[in-house]
């Protein structure tokens, strides 16, 4: 696989894959600019390059209708703005105008193409639209971490009707990261799992405890584990499916000499709200009718022991129910922790990354990753398909 910076882009048409999926206020504006600013290094490179550079992104759910409500419109403002230059953005994707369009750029000139998701064909990877999508490119960038681990047209399709493909410095970058947190890490190595199931981060543990040295659980993913240790969880949520696969990945960590963390106390409530009664208790005497929804002082003083010796930190995952103020401080101060740590620390998921903001640790981290589910597919150990297209470029050109 070759990344941008090592093809010559000069006069050519970059059809660049990028993630612009942002948040908009009801006005349309957009609220938080980190994943257009995330690929202005890539932009910028094409552009000073000399390259005509066509830019592709999803933008919510519109259901592969067209519904101005996700339309790109704002981003190419924006986009407009922090590049000062002009970025018109096209009326479609793909299409008799947008080709006409398209035909007209200058070398060093930028387009943004409207939302994919306007056709249901980009979410079904039909081949007819990524190859009328290929048409325009004389190279395929994919700088879209976060939906590399997606099988889309713009993702996977594409780069198989182009000549020349190239993952962007977005891209490179958490690729980067990755492999010195997870391929070959300073040690000892601590990896930080939390959020609500087990089931969606099965892969990962297990992948995870051949490579680290440390595993932390929070979370209500925490609650099985306690559960499949003989503990009673009240009304917790947990997964009681998964009992007998929590009982080996511990037996697993045990023979594998992994340090296994689990919260001895816990947060509950009577319900998820911010005006229930709240109590700290250890996770040995959780009343009956109540649940476990956010990690308590005592865990919180031993995770921040054991993350006090490591050098390479992963995290994915929050520590409690942290949306709600009063089950937000498990979360905030593992954030704390790991912001005032010495040690390599890569935050991964956009539940993580927020919380991880909130608690004012962003600037103190070593890298926040773009990509959530693609973050997760690296962390069990899965190629990405968006990786595997690039290394299939031109396989389909007639």
Known sequence: MRFIDELSLAGKRVLMRVDFNVPLDDKGNVTDDNRVRAAIPSVKYAVDSGAMLILCSHLGRPKGKKDPRYSLRPVATLLGEILNMDVPLAPDCVGEQVRTLVETMKPGGCILLENLRYHPEEQANDPGFAEELATLADVYINDAFAVSHRAHASVVGVPEFVKECGAGLLLKKELSYFNKAMENPARPLVAILGGAKVSSKLGAIENILRKVDKLIIGGAMANTFLAASGLDVGRSLMEDDLLDTARGIMALATKRGVKFYLPVDCLVADELGPNSPVEAVTCQEIPEGKMALDIGPASITLFEEAL??????????????????????????????????????????????????????????SYMSTGGGAFLRLLEGKELPGIEALERCGTKIH
């Open 308 to 365: 006090r010796d490591v050098a390479t930190i992963v995290w994915n995952g929050p520590m409690g129910a942290f949306e709600v103020e009063a089950f937000s401080g498990g979360t905030k101060a593992l954030a704390h922790a790991v912001g005032q740590s010495n040690a390599l620390s890569i935050i991964g998921g956009g539940d993580t990354d927020h919380a991880v903001a909130m608690a004012g640790e962003k600037d103190n981290v």
